[in-house]
């Protein structure tokens, strides 16, 4: 049915039954308990997490929404939506296209949404990153990442794994490991571990970011400037002068202190400041 390996496209297939049934029934059950009015499963490919979703999903009444960049599984994915019992084929959207290219309207279309996907390795942060901008549309996420990536995410601070992408995530979301996934998991197999994680909206943030896309990239800013020279302290790595500076001297923040060693309170004191001088 599904042919060829489409490996030009950096995609390695789960071809563990167990492991695939794990992953789509925790993803149910944070479906349900979150009340979500859709799913969205980002590259179904040859369907190993999407024939048991749409089993487990076949009584709850929810938008069922499928996003593909392979032509040929889209083309494969439209003919069996079309021969499926009408309470599938009826509330079932299949997306052809890059994930990356498509505007928010196009899958951001019944809310609350709940995201499942095996993240290909070479999009996976961007894909998450778009992603993880609508914590008040998406209460949770199910997603498979390379082990490395995955492990940044629920980081604890002053470990090796900490750093500005931690600290952007863990601000909106909570995150946790849900499995480890071997190479042998995979056709073909990769060269690396997988990590499963689950990613649940947080109902405040921990630095509050005015809604704004002024203030979204201040804060990134922020957090990119803190962490470029992350075993300096904060005098050394911050900019000699201009803003910035004003921005460290003002915060009340240990100017010796290193990025991966700041607590919650101390982002968002550097924050307000950055908001006060940027």
């Known amino acids: 049915m599904f042919k060829g390996k489409r490996?030009?496209?950096?995609?390695?297939?789960?071809?563990?039954?167990?492991?695939?049934?794990?992953?789509?029934?925790?993803?149910?059950?944070?479906?349900?308990?979150?009340?979500?009015?859709s799913s969205l499963e980002i590259g179904p490919g040859k369907g190993a997490l999407t024939f048991p979703l749409l089993k487990l999903l076949e009584n709850e009444n929810i938008?069922?929404?499928?996003?593909?960049?392979?032509?040929?599984?889209s083309a494969t994915w439209k003919n069996l939506f079309a021969i499926s019992p009408a309470p599938i084929?009826?509330?079932?959207?299949?997306?052809?296209?890059?994930?990356l290219d498509l505007k928010e309207e196009s899958w951001l279309i019944a809310s609350p949404l709940s995201i499942l996907s095996n993240l290909p390795y070479s999009v996976g942060t961007a894909i998450l990153s778009k992603l993880a901008k609508q914590p008040r549309k998406i209460p949770v996420m199910v997603l498979m990442l390379q082990a490395e990536v995955a492990q940044r995410l629920y980081a604890s601070p002053r470990t090796k794994s900490w750093g500005s992408l931690s600290l952007w995530i863990q601000n909106r979301w909570d995150v946790e490991k849900l499995i480890s996934v071997p190479p042998q998991a995979f056709v073909p197999p990769p060269k690396v571990f997988s990590e499963v994680v689950i990613l649940r909206a947080r109902a405040q943030a921990r630095v509050i970011i005015p809604d704004t896309q002024e203030a979204e990239a201040l804060w990134e800013k922020l957090l990119k400037?803190?962490?470029?020279?992350?075993?300096?302290?904060?005098r050394a790595?911050?900019?000699?002068?201009?803003?910035?500076?004003?921005?460290?001297?003002?915060?009340?923040?240990?100017?010796?202190?290193?990025?991966?060693?700041?607590?919650?309170?101390?982002?968002?004191?550097?924050?307000?400041?950055?908001?006060?001088?940027?």
């Open 7 to 37: 490996i030009a496209l950096g995609q390695h297939f789960l071809k563990d039954k167990g492991i695939a049934q794990t992953i789509v029934q925790k993803f149910v059950e944070e479906v349900k308990k979150n009340r979500s009015q």
């Open 63 to 73: 938008k069922r929404i499928f996003c593909e960049k392979d032509y040929e599984f």
């Open 89 to 99: 084929r009826e509330n079932t959207l299949l997306i052809e296209g890059d994930f």
């Open 225 to 234: 400037i803190a962490f470029q020279h992350r075993r300096k302290m904060l």
């Open 237 to 278: 790595g911050f900019p000699k002068e201009g803003p910035w500076r004003n921005v460290l001297e003002t915060s009340g923040v240990d100017a010796t202190s290193r990025a991966e060693a700041l607590d919650w309170n101390d982002w968002d004191q550097l924050f307000r400041a950055a908001l006060q001088f940027l």
